[in-house]
């Protein structure tokens, strides 16, 4: 079963930037489309961005075109999401999660989660 795992979370001021990083184990990410979610305090779950296996296929929400970037290390088993530009509205629970598929993004459902990193935008 793949497994993944979050890092790169923390406070940062408004207009900073930070690195989240999902590291898989058990399993290679070759054959892995792999999305982006957050969930802040009272809100529901929202898609961020994902990346297909290939990584020839991305798609961002409209609330982070521009600010954010999703990309793939197969070499290291780990996908990034770089975030600049950060606002107090991303403050939030980040979640990365796994599907064992070619599809392009964006993608329906994913069967694997790990278990998120906070990331807090505040000054």
């Known amino acids: 079963q793949l497994q993944l795992v979050e890092s790169g979370g923390g406070l940062v001021q408004p207009g900073g930037s930070l690195r989240l990083s999902c590291a898989a184990s058990?399993?290679?990410?070759?054959?892995?489309?792999i999305g982006w979610f957050r969930q802040a305090p009272g809100k529901e779950r929202e898609g961020v961005s994902c990346?297909?296996?290939?990584?020839?296929?991305?798609n961002y929400a409209d609330s982070v075109k521009g600010r954010f970037t999703i990309s793939r290390d197969d070499a290291k088993n780990t996908v990034y999401l770089q975030m600049n530009s950060l606002k107090p509205e991303d403050t939030g629970i980040y979640y990365c999660?796994?599907?064992?598929?070619?599809?392009?993004?964006?993608?329906?459902?994913?069967?694997?989660w790990g278990q998120g990193t906070q990331v807090t935008v505040s000054s």
């Open positions: 058990r399993f290679t990410l070759d054959y892995y489309a």
């Open positions: 999660a796994g599907q064992r598929t070619w599809q392009l993004c964006p993608i329906v459902e994913y069967d694997y």
């Open positions: 990346i297909s296996s290939s990584g020839g296929s991305t």
